[in-house]
C-alpha cells in the first residue's frame, strides 16, 4: 500500500528556526499559555499535546533532552507485567492499551521482542505463579494487534519445557531449570530519539523546545494570575524572562527541587529516588530477552541489542542530591557479579563493559509508606509503586501550577493528556486531546517495506537502494527531509560506523545537527543516534564527525579540543573510589 497522503497544516517556522534560542535583548518578557519545566519523555510529551489543542507552549531543560532519567532506561515498551504482583491490575490494562496505542503512532520506533522467562530451582516466583500471570497478562492485553500493522503483532504467550529453554537459549543451565515461559512486549529503538520526535512534532504545531536552558527562578504573581520564569542559558550565559499562565513541572527526579522555587508549593507526596545502571556488552544472549532472578527476588534482564547485550538494572535507594549522582566502578562490577551467579556460562569482566549508563527513577511514595534509607530493596524502592501522578498545586494557592510524576515511555502519552485536560480547564480552553489521530512525524505511513520501495524509487540518485532502506527503518516518513539536506561533495561519502558496525550516513548526520538543537557531541552520539552507545565508535569515526560539526558550527580549534575530551570521557570506566 502507498504512504499515506500527510495532512495539511498551517504554516509554521521551520524546525530550524524553532528550536532556536530567542534574543535575548528583547525587553518585552514573552507571554505563554504554557511552561514546560523538563525535556525528557514525559516533558516531551506535554508539550506535544498541548501543542496539538493550540496553547502558545515553551519547554525547557536544563542539560539535552532526554539526558536524565529518560536516557537510563531499559528501551522498552511494556505492560508492567510486574505490576500484577501489587495487584495493580488497572494499571496493567492502561500500560497495555498505551503500549498498543504507541505501535500505531510511532510504528518505526518499536519492535517486538520475545522474553524468555527461565525458572531456576529455588529462585523467585513459583513457575505456575508465573503462569498465571501471563494468562492474566494475556487477557488484560486481548486488544494487543487492533489495528496494529502484522510487523508489529504480538503472539501469546506459551509455556516451554526445560528442553525448550536451552532450545531457545543454548547457555541455560539445562540441569537447573524447571520450565519457563516465553511472553512478548515491544523494545524501544532509540529512546532519546522517541523523545525528540515528540518535540519535533510539537514544533510541527509552533511549540517550542529550548535545551541547555536552566530555570532560575519561578514567581507567581496573584493579581495578574501570571507565572515569571527567569531561565538561563549556558550556552550564552544570559537569562532569558518569560510569563505563563500556567506550568507543568516536569522535572523527574528534581521535579521537588522545581517545587522549591515557588513560595507556597508543598507536595503531598514524597519523591523516592530509586538508582539504576545498565552496561552493554559483548552479546551473551541471542534473539529473545532472557529474563533471571537474583537470589533476592529481584529481575535481572539481558536484551539483545544491535549485536550486543544490554543488561540491567539495578534498583536501589537513592539519598543524595540528583545532580551528584554518578555512576560507580562498584555499581558495574556488583551488576557483572549477579550476572554471573545467575548465569555462570556468561563469564563477564569488567573489560567486556563497552558501555554504562545510569540514572534516577522518581517513583512516587506516599509519606506514611516512606521508606528509610537500609531498607532492603524488595521493601524500599523496588517495591514501590511505578504509578504516574499528577499534583495540582492550586490547593497551594499556585492555579495552573501542575507536578507530574512516575511516568515512563509507556504511558507518556496519557501523563500528557491527563495533565492537559487539567491546564485546559484552567486556562478555559474546551479543546480535546489529538494525540492519537495523527502518527509521530516519521510514523505517518501505513506499510514500512511499501514505503522503503517509495524512497528508493524517489531518492535512488542520491543513496543506495541498502542506505535507503536503512534510513527508512531508522527515521520512517522523515525521509524525503533527509534527503533534501544539502551536502557538500567534499563530505558527500563521509561515513560513521558504531563499534557494532552499523553505518551512519553524512546526509543524515549533518541533517540532524543542523536542526536538532545538537551542540555537543554526546547530543549525537548518545540521544540523537544510537551511534556511540555500543562503544567508542573509534578515531576514523571520531575525525569524521568533527568534520561535520565544524562544517554546521564553525567549530575552531578549541572547540575541537574540548569535543575530543567530552568524546574520550564518555568511554572512560568511572575510578575505583
Same mark, same amino acid.
Given at each position: 500500500?502507498?504512504?499515506?497522503?500527510?495532512?495539511?497544516?498551517?504554516?509554521?517556522?521551520?524546525?530550524?528556526?524553532?528550536?532556536? &534560542?530567542?534574543?535575548?535583548?528583547?525587553?518585552?518578557?514573552?507571554?505563554?499559555?504554557?511552561?514546560?519545566?523538563?525535556?525528557?519523555?514525559?516533558?516531551?510529551?506535554?508539550?506535544?499535546?498541548?501543542?496539538? =489543542?493550540?496553547?502558545?507552549?515553551?519547554?525547557?531543560?536544563?542539560?539535552?533532552?532526554?539526558?536524565?532519567?529518560? $536516557?537510563?532506561? %531499559?528501551?522498552?515498551?511494556?505492560?508492567?507485567?510486574?505490576?500484577?504482583?501489587?495487584?495493580?491490575?488497572?494499571?496493567?490494562?492502561?500500560?497495555?492499551?498505551?503500549?498498543?496505542?504507541?505501535?500505531?503512532?510511532?510504528?518505526? +520506533?518499536?519492535?517486538?521482542?520475545?522474553?524468555?522467562?527461565?525458572?531456576?530451582?529455588?529462585?523467585?516466583?513459583?513457575?505456575?505463579?508465573?503462569?498465571?500471570?501471563?494468562?492474566?497478562?494475556?487477557?488484560?492485553?486481548?486488544?494487543? !494487534?487492533?489495528?496494529?500493522?502484522? =510487523?508489529?503483532?504480538?503472539?501469546?504467550?506459551?509455556?516451554? %519445557?526445560?528442553?525448550? +529453554?536451552?532450545?531457545?537459549?543454548?547457555?541455560?543451565?539445562?540441569?537447573?531449570?524447571?520450565?519457563?515461559?516465553?511472553?512478548?512486549?515491544?523494545?524501544? $529503538?532509540?529512546?532519546?530519539?522517541?523523545?525528540?520526535?515528540?518535540?519535533?512534532?510539537?514544533?510541527?504545531?509552533?511549540?517550542?523546545?529550548?535545551?541547555? +536552558?536552566?530555570?532560575?527562578?519561578?514567581?507567581?504573581?496573584?493579581?495578574?494570575?501570571?507565572?515569571?520564569?527567569?531561565?538561563?542559558?549556558? $550556552? #550564552?550565559?544570559?537569562?532569558?524572562?518569560?510569563?505563563?499562565?500556567?506550568?507543568? !513541572?516536569?522535572?523527574?527526579?528534581?521535579?521537588?527541587?522545581?517545587?522549591?522555587?515557588?513560595?507556597?508549593?508543598? %507536595?503531598? #507526596?514524597?519523591?523516592?529516588?530509586?538508582?539504576?545502571?545498565?552496561?552493554?556488552?559483548?552479546?551473551?544472549?541471542?534473539?529473545?530477552?532472557?529474563?533471571?532472578?537474583?537470589?533476592?527476588?529481584?529481575?535481572?534482564? /539481558?536484551?539483545?541489542? &544491535? @549485536?550486543?547485550?544490554? /543488561?540491567? #538494572?539495578?534498583?536501589?535507594?537513592?539519598?543524595?542530591?540528583?545532580?551528584?549522582?554518578?555512576?560507580?566502578?562498584?555499581?558495574?562490577?556488583?551488576?557483572?557479579?549477579?550476572?554471573?551467579?545467575?548465569?555462570?556460562?556468561?563469564? *563477564?569482566?569488567?573489560?567486556?563493559?563497552?558501555?554504562?549508563?545510569?540514572?534516577?527513577?522518581?517513583?512516587?511514595?506516599?509519606?506514611?509508606?516512606?521508606?528509610?534509607?537500609?531498607?532492603?530493596?524488595?521493601?524500599?524502592?523496588?517495591?514501590?509503586?511505578?504509578?504516574?501522578?499528577?499534583?495540582?498545586?492550586?490547593?497551594?494557592? *499556585?492555579?495552573?501550577?501542575?507536578?507530574?510524576?512516575?511516568?515512563?515511555?509507556?504511558?507518556?502519552? *496519557?501523563?500528557?493528556?491527563?495533565?492537559?485536560?487539567?491546564?485546559?480547564?484552567?486556562?478555559?480552553?474546551?479543546?480535546?486531546?489529538?494525540?492519537?489521530?495523527?502518527?509521530?512525524?516519521?510514523?505517518?505511513?501505513?506499510?514500512?517495506?511499501?514505503?522503503?520501495?517509495?524512497?528508493?524509487?524517489?531518492?535512488?540518485?542520491?543513496?543506495?537502494?541498502?542506505?535507503?532502506?536503512?534510513?527508512?527503518?531508522?527515521?520512517?516518513?522523515?525521509?524525503?527531509?533527509?534527503?533534501?539536506?544539502?551536502?557538500?561533495?567534499? *563530505? $558527500?561519502?563521509?561515513?560513521?560506523?558504531?563499534? @557494532?558496525?552499523? /553505518?551512519?550516513?553524512?546526509?543524515?548526520?549533518?541533517?540532524?545537527?543542523?536542526?536538532? %538543537?545538537?551542540? @555537543?557531541?554526546?547530543?549525537?552520539?548518545?540521544?540523537?543516534?544510537?551511534?556511540?552507545?555500543?562503544?567508542?565508535?573509534?578515531?576514523? +569515526?571520531?575525525? @569524521?564527525?568533527?568534520?561535520?560539526?565544524?562544517?554546521?558550527?564553525?567549530?575552531?580549534?578549541?572547540?575541537?579540543?574540548?569535543?575530543?575530551?567530552?568524546?574520550?570521557?564518555?568511554?572512560?570506566?568511572?575510578?575505583?573510589?
Amino acid at each position: 500500500m502507498p504512504p499515506r497522503k500527510k495532512r495539511p497544516q498551517a504554516k509554521t517556522r521551520s524546525a530550524k528556526q524553532q528550536t532556536r &534560542h530567542p534574543d535575548s535583548g528583547a525587553n518585552k518578557p514573552e507571554r505563554l499559555d504554557l511552561l514546560v519545566i523538563g525535556g525528557g519523555i514525559s516533558g516531551a510529551s506535554i508539550l506535544y499535546d498541548a501543542t496539538q =489543542r493550540g496553547l502558545t507552549s515553551l519547554l525547557v531543560e536544563k542539560s539535552d533532552f532526554a539526558s536524565g532519567t529518560s $536516557q537510563a532506561s %531499559s528501551r522498552l515498551i511494556h505492560g508492567g507485567l510486574r505490576y500484577l504482583q501489587n495487584m495493580e491490575f488497572g494499571m496493567v490494562r492502561e500500560s497495555l492499551r498505551e503500549r498498543r496505542n504507541l505501535g500505531r503512532l510511532a510504528p518505526h +520506533c518499536i519492535r517486538p521482542l520475545g522474553f524468555l522467562f527461565a525458572k531456576q530451582r529455588g529462585r523467585g516466583t513459583s513457575l505456575a505463579l508465573v503462569r498465571i500471570g501471563l494468562w492474566l497478562y494475556d487477557l488484560l492485553s486481548f486488544d494487543r !494487534n487492533r489495528r496494529i500493522h502484522q =510487523r508489529l503483532h504480538l503472539p501469546r504467550s506459551r509455556y516451554l %519445557s526445560p528442553a525448550a +529453554c536451552v532450545a531457545q537459549e543454548f547457555r541455560l543451565p539445562v540441569h537447573q531449570l524447571t520450565g519457563g515461559v516465553l511472553y512478548y512486549d515491544y523494545q524501544n $529503538q532509540s529512546p532519546e530519539r522517541f523523545t525528540w520526535e515528540f518535540i519535533q512534532a510539537a514544533q510541527q504545531k509552533g511549540g517550542r523546545a529550548w535545551n541547555y +536552558c536552566k530555570l532560575d527562578s519561578l514567581e507567581y504573581d496573584p493579581t495578574s494570575g501570571l507565572y515569571t520564569a527567569v531561565i538561563a542559558r549556558s $550556552q #550564552t550565559k544570559d537569562q532569558i524572562t518569560v510569563q505563563s499562565r500556567s506550568v507543568i !513541572n516536569a522535572a523527574g527526579p528534581w521535579a521537588d527541587i522545581v517545587q522549591r522555587l515557588t513560595q507556597g508549593s508543598q %507536595s503531598h #507526596t514524597r519523591i523516592q529516588r530509586s538508582m539504576g545502571i545498565h552496561i552493554v556488552t559483548r552479546k551473551i544472549a541471542q534473539d529473545h530477552c532472557v529474563v533471571l532472578m537474583r537470589p533476592d527476588g529481584r529481575h535481572l534482564f /539481558i536484551i539483545p541489542w &544491535h @549485536n550486543r547485550s544490554l /543488561i540491567g #538494572t539495578t534498583d536501589a535507594l537513592y539519598t543524595g542530591h540528583p545532580d551528584d549522582f554518578r555512576v560507580t566502578r562498584a555499581d558495574i562490577a556488583g551488576l557483572i557479579a549477579d550476572v554471573n551467579e545467575a548465569w555462570p556460562m556468561a563469564n *563477564l569482566e569488567l573489560n567486556d563493559v563497552l558501555y554504562y549508563y545510569g540514572g534516577l527513577r522518581p517513583l512516587v511514595e506516599a509519606e506514611n509508606t516512606a521508606h528509610a534509607p537500609g531498607d532492603d530493596d524488595k521493601k524500599g524502592s523496588y517495591g514501590a509503586s511505578r504509578r504516574m501522578e499528577i499534583e495540582d498545586h492550586g490547593k497551594d494557592g *499556585l492555579p495552573g501550577f501542575i507536578t507530574v510524576l512516575g511516568g515512563k515511555y509507556t504511558t507518556s502519552r *496519557l501523563l500528557a493528556e491527563k495533565s492537559i485536560d487539567l491546564i485546559c480547564r484552567h486556562l478555559g480552553v474546551a479543546a480535546t486531546c489529538q494525540t492519537l489521530a495523527q502518527p509521530l512525524p516519521g510514523g505517518d505511513y501505513q506499510d514500512i517495506q511499501d514505503l522503503t520501495a517509495v524512497h528508493q524509487a524517489r531518492f535512488g540518485h542520491l543513496a543506495t537502494k541498502q542506505q535507503l532502506a536503512v534510513l527508512t527503518g531508522r527515521y520512517g516518513a522523515l525521509v524525503p527531509e533527509i534527503m533534501a539536506t544539502g551536502l557538500p561533495s567534499a *563530505l $558527500q561519502t563521509l561515513e560513521c560506523a558504531a563499534a @557494532n558496525g552499523d /553505518i551512519y550516513y553524512a546526509r543524515e548526520l549533518l541533517w540532524i545537527i543542523q536542526n536538532e %538543537s545538537v551542540y @555537543n557531541v554526546s547530543d549525537l552520539l548518545l540521544r540523537r543516534t544510537n551511534l556511540g552507545f555500543f562503544g567508542d565508535p573509534g578515531a576514523v +569515526c571520531q575525525k @569524521n564527525l568533527l568534520r561535520l560539526f565544524a562544517h554546521t558550527h564553525q567549530w575552531g580549534p578549541a572547540e575541537l579540543r574540548r569535543a575530543r575530551s567530552e568524546w574520550q570521557a564518555l568511554y572512560l570506566l568511572p575510578p575505583e573510589a
